[in-house]
Nanobody
């Protein structure tokens, strides 16, 4: 059974940092492609970062490059999103997602419709 649980959200001042975690079941963590997305009310869910889990290759949305880092802890079956130098426009509900794919290149360009499994989300609020 798929199981993803996000945590680590909260309220922070602009320029601050947060680290989001996505705890998964062992079966879910074996999925080959995982990602972080975010959504604000009235807007579509947008991609933040993807990771191909077997190689650790990553890809980021332009809006977060250089500020956010997606990573994984294999021993803990956990996906992370380190967010530094946060801006007001980073505010939103953050979701982790997982799916399977056979190619790294596909994973890195996957968008929301390509992911099959989702967590419930954790809220991030950045005040300016």
């Amino acid at each position: 059974q798929v199981h993803l649980v996000e945590s680590g959200g909260g309220s922070v001042q602009a320029g601050g940092s947060l680290r989001l975690s996505c705890a998964t079941s062992e079966d879910t963590y074996r999925r080959s492609c995982m990602g972080w997305f975010r959504q604000v009310p009235g807007k579509e869910r947008e991609k933040v970062a993807n990771i191909y889990t077997s190689t650790g290759s990553t890809k980021y949305a332009d809006s977060v490059k250089g500020r956010f880092t997606i990573s994984q802890n294999n021993a803990k079956n956990t996906l992370y999103l380190q967010m530094n130098n946060l801006k007001a426009e980073d505010t939103g509900m953050y979701y982790c997602a997982a799916t399977d794919t056979v190619r790294e290149g596909w994973c890195l360009v996957y968008d929301r419709s390509d992911f099959s499994d989702w967590g419930q989300g954790t809220q991030v609020t950045v005040s300016s």
